[in-house]
């Protein structure tokens, strides 16, 4: 049995592929939510935008500290694989739910894989790089999205059988979710977009929001790219980034801030943006699979990869530099290599985890 554990947005996205790949083999697996984002438009719908089957267990845990909110998921998860006592359990990425996901399972002597291990910043001031190296170094299957993440997990020494380059479930959500997208949603027409005609924002990381002159100088930065282009600058924002602009009574010149998008409608204006600036992994991600320019409002990133295919810039968040960044993105060719894989990482992950032998069943 496979416990499917997630808890966010970008974990719902990236395990859908192999959420798919479960039905498709009639596996016998179960999803398991934390909870830990407690939106119904950031989260719970996009189980059925994505055609998603509803998870077997939701903890509901909410907000709270990072300590807080571990704590409760820790005790959440290790209460139902006690009942449930999966085979495995797989996890994605570097949240909250992701740490102690692995570290429950890992207690329990339940097989642990980790889908997009590797991954580094090489910032551990940022919450994420502390859960992506824990969940690593428990994790009995590290299924890296790259060689480059292959090559880090072996630096700290993790046994090479372990590792498994796999390719992005990324790319497979993009592929995916695009068909389905296409289907169900016209966001551009909604909003008055034109294809190429706007820049897309995203910015949530709590190093970027929290900090006032930070976010001033973000905001600013978007103002001037506004400015020189004559373009709107959609930004759908996240409730900690609305609420946050509302506390340090940041004004918008420009920008149009809109309610956060469900994947679908996201995937659509991202796919049609003459560029993307953004602080998410992800969306670092999903423009270089998309064929859209992205400037990266940090100094660092665990996705070195966009980078070195000349996709994506980093650039911080000095107005100055926002404004320079997307200058010299829009100079580059819209032509660069995917560097994640061909859109099967979630069939080869099942069938990994297919070949194991059963605590209980052969399934």
């Not at 979710?177 to 169900?184: D, F, T, V, Y």
């Not at 909003?191 to 006032?212: A, I, M």
């Not at 930004?235 to 918008?252: A, D």
């Not at 997307?326 to 099967?344: A, F, I, K, Q």
């Amino acid at each position: 049995m496979i416990a499917i554990v997630l808890g966010t947005r970008p974990e719902i996205i990236k395990m859908s592929p192999i959420i798919r790949e479960c039905e498709a083999w009639n596996a016998d697996y179960f999803i398991l939510h934390s909870g830990q984002h407690y939106s119904y438009e950031m989260d719970r719908s996009f189980f059925e935008d994505l055609n998603l089957p509803k998870p077997k267990y939701n903890l509901d845990v909410g907000s709270g500290t990072h300590a807080g909110q571990t704590a409760r998921i820790l005790t959440g998860i290790e209460d139902v694989l006690v009942k449930e006592s999966p085979d495995i359990v797989l996890v994605q990425g570097d949240t909250n739910t992701v740490m102690a996901g692995a570290l429950a399972a890992a207690k329990l002597h339940i097989r642990v894989g980790h889908v997009e291990a590797g991954l580094r910043s090489f910032d551990r001031t940022m919450p994420e790089e502390i859960n992506r190296v824990i969940a690593d170094h428990v994790s009995d299957y590290l299924f890296a999205p790259t060689e480059t993440a292959r090559r880090y997990l072996e630096r700290e020494g993790i046994d090479e059988n372990k590792i498994s380059v796999t390719g992005n479930t990324i790319v497979d959500a993009v592929f995916q979710n695009r068909e389905i997208s296409e289907s169900k949603a016209n966001i551009l027409d909604t909003l008055g977009l034109e294809p190429k005609g706007y820049f897309l924002v995203t910015s949530h990381r709590q190093e970027n929001v929290d900090d006032p002159e930070t976010l001033r100088s973000i905001i600013a930065g978007l103002q001037a790219v506004h400015q020189e282009y004559e373009l709107p600058v959609i930004f759908p924002m996240h409730p900690r980034t609305r609420k946050m602009t509302e506390r340090f009574g940041i004004q918008f010149d420009g920008i149009t801030p809109i309610e956060p998008l469900g994947f679908l409608e996201f995937l659509q204006v991202e796919a049609n943006a003459r560029l993307v600036l953004t602080d998410s992994g992800g969306v670092q991600e999903e423009t270089c699979i998309l064929g859209v320019p992205c400037v990266t409002l940090r100094k660092n990133t665990e996705r070195p990869e966009t980078i070195e295919a000349g996709a994506n810039l980093l650039v911080g968040t000095a107005a100055t530099d926002i404004l320079a960044g997307v200058r010299e993105m829009l100079s580059r060719p819209r032509v660069w290599e995917n560097p994640y894989g061909d859109g099967t990482a979630g069939r080869t992950i099942v069938t990994i985890c297919n070949g194991l032998p059963s605590r209980n069943k052969r399934w």
